[in-house]
């Protein structure tokens, strides 16, 4: 039993006849014919008693009507349910980011999402990179805009779509002086985010390795989850920390705090991540559009920057 059939059904009935039934849905005679004798040959019962005149529904035919109406009402009310979460009228966006991308854009990417999609409704996560990575593994949420690397197990990364070299940033001048190596960082008053996930914080990974490698342990003064607060401490003499320049002038510190190079350069790069075997929602599909959009925006303006 199909949908088609149970349709070819209900036409026949709606227009007594199996040629008016035809002419309704623009098809032949004969094709109308054979699904609805498929149909009685499933169900093996006569739907209809057939004379010169019009078709009369059998004892069978009437119980049948009303479950057909349902059947195809049912079918139609799924489409037209699927259709406004296509054409982004309904449905449920979910996207994780870096913790520091709501410093960049991510209100504004909300608040331009929200304007032109207002039926759809957001999910936004972004504590760590590496939680958004296992939250997309473990289906809590679509996407993911992420620094690299992250545990890839089930994972569709993209191409990094953004990356910005990572300085030295302090306010002391003596300690702005030349570029810092491993040894420079292991001397110095390191002020290190993400506390909670250090261990699998892609650039705690970087500066661990480099120490490792000269038989040394990374050891900052201070430990805390909020880039914003360790400017806010840097900005105040308490200690050092790590970050690109496109954050430190778009915070407001680009006056305050001084930038250097770390040799060899460290870079930060972001990709977009999803489940491998699972199709992106045409919601969180647009977001990822409008991310890429601001994105560049951002990466002119650190061009801009840095030709400054």
């Not at 009402?73 to 489409?79: P, S, V």
């Not at 990356?163 to 491993?182: F, Q």
Request: charge should be neutral.
């Amino acid at each position: 039993m199909t949908l088609q059939q149970l349709n070819y059904f209900l036409t026949a009935i709606e227009s007594g006849t199996i040629s008016k039934a035809a002419e309704m849905l623009k098809i032949s005679q004969p094709s109308i014919s054979d699904q609805i004798l498929r149909l009685e040959n499933e169900l093996g019962t006569n739907l209809f008693i057939r004379t010169n005149r019009r078709l009369i529904l059998t004892e069978a035919g009437q119980k049948l009507e009303p479950h057909a109406r349902i059947a195809i009402q049912a079918a139609q009310n799924g489409n037209q349910a699927v259709q406004s979460v296509r054409e982004l009228k309904d449905g449920i966006a979910s996207f994780g980011t870096f913790s520091s991308a709501y410093q960049y854009f991510l209100t504004d990417l909300i608040c331009e999402f929200h304007a032109n999609y207002p039926g759809v409704n957001l999910k936004i996560i972004g504590p760590n990179s590496a939680e958004v990575a296992q939250a997309v593994i473990d289906g809590e949420i679509e996407a993911g805009l992420v620094m690299l690397p992250v545990n890839a197990k089930n994972l569709s990364v993209s191409e990094p779509v953004w990356s910005t070299e990572l300085g030295y940033v302090t306010a002391d001048s003596e300690r702005a002086k030349g570029t810092k190596d491993i040894h420079a960082l292991l001397n110095s008053p390191l002020i290190l985010t993400e506390a909670t996930w250090r261990n699998s914080d892609p650039i705690r990974k970087i500066l661990n390795q480099r120490a490792e490698a000269v038989g040394a342990t990374l050891k900052p003064v201070i430990e805390i989850e909020h880039q914003q607060t360790a400017f806010e401490l840097a900005s105040r003499g308490v200690g050092d920390m790590l970050a690109s320049k496109p954050i430190l002038h778009h915070l407001g510190y680009g006056e305050r705090l001084k930038w250097t190079a770390i040799t060899p350069p460290v870079f930060e790069k972001f990709a977009f991540i999803h489940r491998a075997d699972t199709a992106i929602s045409p919601a969180t599909r647009e977001i990822i559009q409008m991310m890429k959009r601001y994105l560049s925006r951002l990466k002119a303006s650190s061009e801009d920057m840095e030709n400054l």
